[in-house]
């Protein structure tokens, strides 16, 4: 019973119901750990900044060796753990490729971040980044077909207001800054933040037996690439090939790469909105951290940031839909 209430909590009735994957530990174990990951994400960074809250490494190097990490723990998975169901002579090309798309539109947002930075601030940038949240939920309509009610509408506008909330809470109105061109560019942006989680977890989900980690190989060989492109991109723009890679930066590369593993059974069983709601709860638990252990305060208009998350995961995940009667949980 407190694993079910645990997990309805967490991702909502209608994921409650998905079969075999329902009223486990294992579920709830997934979606903490997800919870965890994107709350120790931002604090990593913290640590790997120098005094100037600039790096004295090269970011594309830790990101592509990251992806390299996943695609060999992917791939020795697979050898020991599928060997039986995959091999090369029952990979098709096809479902190879269309794992090229995630990573492009991934390639083309980081990318494209550059350019929009050149036409607006950071503040500004991750206050419109925000948008995404909105955009998941619009693309999840279109390209999954997914049915919401008017609760669940109301939860996700309530949570996209929350987390740039939290974002207006931290700057004055004057810090931001934006011309119409970076607007543009940011619109292109949002677009493929949310498209590539959708993207993902439609390509993930149409064939549902297909072994994830197979699923990730495909999609990490694609990262690998784009990443070392990336990293090749930033030395001719002038940046350093390594930097100073001491423990932290090490460790930060294992960190991404078993938070990226952890999205990718979060975007498989239960979707990209539920990772758009992980994303942003984790903006809390967050604050917490920096108070803990980065001596960070705490302002009234933040705590009513955090009030209206939780609210907008609560009516998401509780109120939206009816909970399953007790004749749908022992199925």
């Known amino acids: 019973e407190l694993n079910f209430l645990l997990l309805h909590l967490l991702v909502g009735p209608k994921d409650v119901r998905m079969g075999e994957f329902a009223l486990t530990s294992m579920n709830v174990g997934f979606l903490l750990t997800a919870l965890f990951f994107n709350t120790m994400t931002a604090p990593l960074v913290k640590l790997t900044q120098n005094e100037t809250g600039d790096y004295d490494y090269n970011k594309w190097c830790v990101y592509f060796f ?5 695609l060999l723990v992917a791939v020795v998975w697979c050898l020991v753990y599928h060997s039986n169901e995959v091999r090369l002579v029952n990979i098709e090309l096809r479902d190879f490729i269309q794992y090229a798309g995630p990573g492009f539109v991934f390639f083309a947002q980081n990318n494209l971040s550059f350019l929009a930075l050149q036409h607006m601030n950071s503040s500004a940038f991750q206050l419109l980044m925000n948008m995404r949240i909105i955009s998941v939920a619009v693309l999840s309509v279109i390209l999954l077909n997914k049915q919401l009610n008017t609760i669940e509408w109301t939860s996700i506008v309530l949570l996209m207001i929350g987390a740039m909330q939290y974002q207006l809470s931290g700057c004055a109105s004057s810090a931001y800054r934006i011309d119409t061109e970076g607007l543009l560019i940011m619109v292109i942006i949002v677009l493929c933040a949310a498209g590539g989680n959708v993207y993902t977890q439609k390509v993930m989900q149409r064939k549902y037996d297909q072994p994830l980690m197979q699923q990730n190989a495909y999609l990490y060989i694609f990262g690998v690439g784009l990443n070392g492109l990336n990293w090749l991109l930033s030395i001719e723009r002038g940046a350093v ?19 990226g593993l952890s999205i990718s059974i979060i975007l498989k069983r239960f979707g990209a909105i539920t990772r758009t709601f992980i994303n942003t709860a984790a903006i809390c638990c967050t604050a917490v951290v920096d108070i803990i252990f980065f001596n960070a305060s705490i302002t009234v208009l933040e705590i009513t940031t955090f009030a209206v998350i939780m609210i907008a995961v609560f009516l998401h995940t509780v109120l939206a839909k009816p909970p399953p009667s007790t004749a749908e949980i022992s199925k």
């Open 66 to 70: 990251a992806e390299l990490i996943k």
């Open 241 to 259: 090939a390594f930097g100073e890679i001491k423990f932290i930066e090490i460790f930060s590369m294992l960190f991404y790469a078993v938070y």
